[in-house]
């Protein structure tokens, strides 16, 4: 599945905390326990195991894992993984354009670091290289 679609699955999912509970059935016959991902008072899913289906079950773990994999937390992982994309561009970028014998871009970055009265710090590299590869374009 692409970034993109699943960044919009989670968008247009059910928003705000997901959690899991379960409970037995009541006057079931098989004996089945409910396992449930609820948020705001909104069932997201319902997931049963009957003790006559036999051997063990991960209907339990199942519902955690779908709790936890709620959208905030899948848009915070596609969020983390586009500026772990970008900053891979830009280091490819800047081994290829930035090492000179001049230190053209050793004084660059000092000026930029000096005009935005900043530290320096990785996200000063990326507004500065971000910067030099548009110019470049």
């Known amino acids: 599945m692409a970034d993109q679609e699943l960044r919009r699955l989670a968008e ?3 928003q705000g905390e997901w959690h899991w ?3 037995e059935v009541k006057g079931d016959p098989f ?3 409910r396992y449930q991902v609820i948020t705001s008072g909104k069932t997201i899913t319902k997931i ?3 003790s006559y289906e036999g051997g063990p079950t991960n209907a339990k773990d199942d519902a955690a894992y779908i709790a936890a994999a709620n959208p905030a937390a899948i848009l915070e992982l596609l969020d983390r993984l586009e500026k772990a994309e970008k900053d891979a ?4 970028w800047a081994m290829h354009n930035m090492s000179n014998p001049f230190g053209r871009h050793e004084f660059g970055f000092s000026q ?3 005009e935005q009265g900043s530290t320096g710090d990785i996200n000063d590299c ?7 590869m548009e110019a470049s374009k």
């Open 12 to 14: 247009d999912a059910t």
């Open 21 to 23: 509970d379960c409970d």
């Open 31 to 33: 004996g089945r326990v």
């Open 48 to 50: 049963y195991y009957s």
């Open 89 to 92: 561009e830009r280091l490819v």
């Open 112 to 114: 930029h670091v000096l």
């Open 126 to 132: 990326r507004t500065y290289i971000d910067a030099q």
